[in-house]
């Protein structure tokens, strides 16, 4: 039998020459707790899920704009944007609607469900890059849900930023998220401005297009406060990009400082599985943060 | 490197030197309509089957390390709780004898997504590692197009690559466990006038080419031509079928589904390799498409062996091993799609 090959274990081989650290960790999940949902609409969920083990739950580590891939064993398992502060490590939230099998198995699950995670994966918003300088957060519909997270270290770090404005639109006013948490938003100094497509009895604010809002605020700033010292942070529908940003283009918004963060179905989150691919870009690699000019160098990206 | 030279006759000695492991090579799989053979990728348990002087195979041999169907995991349902457990898939060894240089080349352009620095795969990476593998010289059929690609020839990435000269081997040597096998077989050391004639036997097949692709300046021109009607054109008469990619040596997607068993104890996740031309490909939740029609999925298909890769590794992702065209049920094949791409250059 001298012929015969050496079998070369990839699960026992690591620390040996050629091995890749780590690489028998590639489907690792975190066993997680779900341990408090609740509905923000008629079709989304606040998530609170908690990675079981302490320790794994303190070295949990991730950057606003970031994602996760929840796993619901025998279920499913999916790309979601972490919408949560970073300060709060493996105890995470995220907001999911309930639109296919695996979300609609979620919206019936119970407190106490074991779910596994894994991640994060992807780029985040600069944050930290944006110390000293204004931030404007653009959202529509859903798009609220990735940009949490950065509202979240924003209002944690508050006195190292400047003016800070959120605009968020919606199509009606039953399908803002978050409602609760706008007066403590605005306590933060935060200006936030909120437009619906169509009103509802009790709406009071505006009615209309995010574009307006954004014209207002870009009308009451200055063009050399928008060139040197803004960052803007954009996500929603895909329609919408292309008008906020060249809206904001137009206002002298340089665009390495406008950050977009994408929507793709991820199957793997790893780079490997190719269905986030836009070109042969990754948006779960190099992605879903991307700012302006890799998305006017992709193709099909909004 | 290390060359060696055997006679024609010791090669049913290397095939049972190495016959103690799992081989897989080409074998004769039936005919086609015209009666000629047709072959595939199997395991060989007789040297006789083994038809090492076939075209081309029908499928790559990526079954055997990037499978249609593998399950990722195994999840054991316990109380409301679940265990997870994780194979690799991988077990034994298998030598691979017969590949020609596009596929091994595949493997080349395969390890550099797969097993790169950003999470490399060990279910891809457990296969790779216990590959023995025996490349061999081929003659070009006429969908061949390697030679445009780059990959008619493999520098590295096999442990042993043997050319046909006449009634004898040429031996290129690239591995300790290769030079031992070659040990306990009669070879000798090649001459001068061995080097000259393997020179002048692959220049000979170099000049057997008769299918070719223009890939200069490919990345810019495909990004100059993305509006381009052609596009609409091939997507008009592709049936986004999927089969290119069933074939290819080098398309590595896949999507995962999970499936509980019929008492609820136990559940897997599969990965099953899917294909960009197919509908569903790039759909998001809520039903959003964002390459609804079938010359978008067409053209992304292009884009990425093409262009996106060659981006990120100054390489293509295609090999020219003319799979894709052969097997293509509205006969759409790579040269005629770059060809149609380049109109009105000349």
Redesign the interface.
């Known amino acids: 039998?001298e012929?015969?090959?050496?079998?070369?274990?990839?699960?026992t081989?690591h620390g040996k020459k050629n091995s890749?650290p780590g690489?028998?960790h590639?489907?690792?999940?975190y066993k997680a707790e779900i341990t408090n949902l609740y509905p923000l609409t008629k079709t989304e969920k606040l998530y609170q899920i908690q990675i079981v083990d302490p320790r794994e739950r303190k070295d949990f580590t991730f950057q606003p704009g970031q994602f996760v891939m929840l796993?619901?064993?025998?279920?499913?398992?999916?790309p979601f944007s972490i919408s949560s502060s970073p300060i709060r490590h493996g105890d995470l939230e995220l907001c999911i609607?309930r639109?296919?099998k695996m979300?609609n198995f979620l919206d019936r699950v119970k407190r106490?469900t074991?779910v596994?995670i894994s991640g994060p994966f992807g780029t985040h918003f600069p944050v930290e890059e944006m110390v000293d300088n204004d931030i404007l957060l653009i959202a529509g519909g859903l798009g609220i849900v990735p940009l949490r997270s950065p509202i979240m270290s924003v209002l944690e770090n508050r006195s190292r930023y400047g003016r800070v404005d959120i605009i968020y639109g919606a199509r009606e006013p039953l399908e803002l998220l978050f409602t609760y948490q706008y007066g403590m938003w605005k306590q933060f100094d935060i200006n936030l401005d909120i437009i619906v497509d169509k009103a509802d009895d009790k709406w009071t604010g505006p009615v209309g297009l995010i574009t307006e809002i954004l014209q207002k605020r870009i009308d009451n700033g200055t063009p050399n406060d928008f060139r040197k010292k803004t960052n803007a942070i954009v996500c929603g529908p895909?329609v919408m990009f292309k008008f906020v940003c060249e809206m904001l283009i137009k206002a002298g918004l340089p665009m390495e400082k406008m950050f977009v963060s994408l929507?793709?179905?991820m199957?793997?989150g790893?780079?490997?599985?190719?269905?986030c691919?836009i070109?042969?870009?990754y948006t779960c690699?190099e992605g879903p943060v991307f700012d302006y000019w890799s998305v006017l160098n992709l193709?099909?990206a909004i | 490197m290390i060359f060696k030279v055997f006679q024609a006759g010791e090669m049913e000695t290397l095939f049972g030197l190495l016959s103690v492991n799992r081989i897989v090579g080409p074998v004769e799989k039936g005919r086609d309509v015209d009666g000629k053979p047709l072959y595939d990728f199997d395991v060989v348990y007789d040297f006789k089957d083994l038809k090492l002087d076939y075209g081309q195979t029908i499928h790559s041999a990526k079954n055997y390390f990037l499978p249609y169907r593998e399950n990722l995991c195994t999840f054991t349902f316990d109380n409301g709780d679940w265990q997870k457990e994780v194979d690799f898939g991988a077990d034994r060894a298998h030598v691979f004898f017969g590949l020609h240089s596009c596929d091994i080349n595949a493997l080349n352009k395969l390890d550099k997504v797969l097993m790169g620095n950003i999470y490399p795969n060990p279910f891809y990476g457990a296969k790779r590692s216990n590959m023995f593998i025996v490349g061999y010289s081929c003659t070009p059929t006429p969908s061949c197009f390697c030679h445009s690609m780059g990959t008619d020839s493999v520098l590295h990435g096999f442990d042993l690559f043997l050319t046909r000269m006449g009634d004898e081997y040429f031996a290129e040597v690239q591995s300790a466990r290769a030079y031992h096998i070659l040990e306990r077989m009669e070879t000798r050391e090649p001459t001068h006038e061995d080097h000259l004639h393997f020179r002048k036997t692959t220049s000979k097949k170099r000049s057997l080419f008769t299918c070719e692709v223009d890939t200069s300046d490919l990345t810019k021109i495909l990004d100059m031509e993305f509006e381009s009607e052609v596009w609409e054109k091939w997507g008009d008469k592709c049936l986004s079928c999927g089969t290119c990619a069933n074939v290819c040596p080098t398309c590595y997607c896949y999507g995962v589904e999970e499936e509980v068993n019929m008492d609820f104890s136990h559940a897997r996740k599969v990965k099953q390799l899917y294909s960009c031309n197919l509908v569903d490909f790039a759909e998001v939740a809520g039903g959003h498409n964002f390459r609804p029609e079938s010359s978008t999925r067409l053209k992304y298909r292009y884009y990425h062996k093409h262009r996106g890769f060659v981006e990120a590794y100054e390489e293509s992702l295609c090999v020219g091993c003319g799979r894709c065209g052969n097997a293509c049920l509205a006969d759409i094949t790579v040269p005629e799609v770059i060809a149609s791409v380049r109109e009105g250059e000349k």
């Open positions: 039998m012929n015969k090959l050496q079998f070369v274990d990839l699960a081989s890749h690489i028998e590639f489907e690792y999940s796993e619901l064993p025998g279920i499913g398992e999916a609607r639109v296919g979300t106490g074991k596994g895909p929507e793709r179905r199957h793997c790893r780079g490997k599985c190719c269905r691919n070109g042969s870009t690699i193709k099909e």
